[in-house]
């Protein structure tokens, strides 16, 4: 065990962060250059067995080797007499595990989605460098604070099963496949069955309960013993998400049990496929980023909708009145009687017709008590039924003068000529006075 001050190498000690199983972390700086890092040192009494110190810095090798932003990097390898360690970067912040056990309620739906698509990616990566982590869960998930932004990084490829895809400097595999390992909880039915079965479906598997694990804050799998937890896994006991945590969103709900399901080949086929099924779940905030392609031009400014102003009492409003100054219905009344047609017999519409052209005559004028009898008789109906009556009693009067003219004319007595007698009064006819 290491304490401050002691110096490995090149780096001098500063303070132990943490650790437990197989290793234990330290905080240290490089002699020279002054650069901070982490070394991850092989307990003591582990040192001495061969196979788990292989494994051990199996671990660097691969994860060297594995150069991504969501992946944790090992940048050195030292080796002494009773010391096997590993030089990577430092991070500041917590990993997921520690996280989880202080939070007093489950992460909203778009953290879970952001710290997860970062671990996906991260594995997605591997996956197809030929890498199988083989123990994914919160402890060896780390989340960083990057000048104010998170940034998920994966740790502890120890345990990974390679293909001959990753090889080192000599075209020699890195690892070796091994013997079943992993931690109870999180292992996949066929990684608890066979160690030889783990495949990408496996990690997928993992991921699955640790996605759990992140959106209700509680775990997957528990039990009395390990024995316990590995039966349940195996057949599929566990308490849906969606009931450990109600409002869970129900793309989370169905991309955690479809990670999960017994059978591999129902699994996801990877992490990008996976990841996908995380992206198409979120919400329509994430699509409403997209502007609307309007023209702001377009829109209505100098054609308001008709609507009248409302006047304020002070100033006049020069809106036009409506149509009842012309209204065709005014119009009808007053210039051409429409409904004498309907209401009258047709004999009427050439009276109507030939008083204009009498009317061009001197007609007397109405006697005082027709004018009395209009003036107190309030007009009743329509206004065109005393037009007709005016026009009838015009047309009386005049046929009435002109039958008394024809008949005076023809008896008055014709004027006497030249040498017709005189008549004096008080004289007699043919009496010539001297």
């Not at 009427?348 to 009395?372: F, H, I, N, Q, V």
């Not at 309030?378 to 009067?397: D, E, M, S």
Request: aromatic share 4%.
């Amino acid at each position: 065990m290491l304490s401050p001050g002691n110096v490995v190498e090149r780096y001098e000690v500063e303070r132990e962060l943490g650790g437990g199983g197989m290793a234990r972390v330290y905080k240290v700086r490089h002699v020279a250059l002054g650069s901070v890092h982490a070394l991850k040192v092989l307990d003591p009494e582990l040192v001495g067995n061969a196979e788990l110190r292989a494994r051990f810095l199996d671990e660097g090798r691969i994860q060297a080797r594995l150069r991504h932003p969501n992946i944790l990097v090992i940048t050195d390898v030292v080796v002494a007499p009773g010391v096997a360690g590993l030089v990577m970067d430092y991070l500041e912040g917590e990993s997921l595990d520690k996280y989880l056990a202080n939070v007093k309620q489950p992460p909203s739906p778009d953290e879970v989605r952001d710290i997860f698509r970062q671990v996906l990616a991260a594995m997605e990566f591997a996956h197809q460098h030929g890498v199988i982590h083989r123990d994914l869960k919160p402890s060896n998930i780390f989340l960083e604070q990057v000048h104010g932004r998170r940034v998920v990084r994966v740790l502890d490829f120890g345990i990974a099963k390679v293909s001959d895809k990753l090889s080192d400097a000599e075209g020699r595999p890195v690892a070796r496949p091994g013997s079943r390992m992993g931690t109870p909880q999180y292992m996949s039915p066929e990684q608890i069955r066979s160690a030889e079965e783990v495949t990408v479906r496996s990690d997928i598997f993992s991921l699955g309960v640790t996605l759990y694990e992140l959106a209700t804050a509680q775990p997957c799998f528990q039990g009395e013993s390990d024995a316990a937890i590995m039966e349940k896994i195996v057949r599929g006991e566990f308490v849906s998400p969606d009931v450990v945590h109600p409002g869970l969103a129900p793309g989370l709900r169905t991309a955690i049990l479809r990670a999960m399901a017994l059978e591999p080949e129902r699994r996801f086929a990877s992490c990008g496929e996976f990841a996908a099924a995380l992206v198409e779940e979120a919400p329509a905030p994430v699509r409403a980023a997209t502007p609307l392609r309007v023209p702001v031009t377009r829109a209505p400014v100098a054609a308001p909708r008709v609507r009248e102003p409302e006047p304020d009492g002070n100033e006049p409003t020069f809106v036009p009145r409506p149509a009842p100054v012309q209204a065709p219905a005014a119009r009808v009344v007053e210039a051409r009687p429409a409904p004498v047609r309907l209401a009258e017999p047709k004999p009427a519409a050439p009276l109507e017709k030939r008083a204009p052209k009498l009317a061009k005559k001197p007609a007397p004028p109405p006697s005082e008590e027709a004018e009395a009898e209009q003036e107190e008789a309030p007009p009743r109906g329509k206004p065109w039924r005393w037009v007709l009556l005016f026009a009838l009693a015009g047309l009386v009067a005049l046929f009435g003068s002109a039958l008394i003219g024809m008949l005076s004319g023809g008896s008055a007595p014709s004027a006497p000529k030249g040498g017709a007698p005189v008549t004096r009064p008080g004289g007699s006819p043919g009496t010539r006075s001297r």
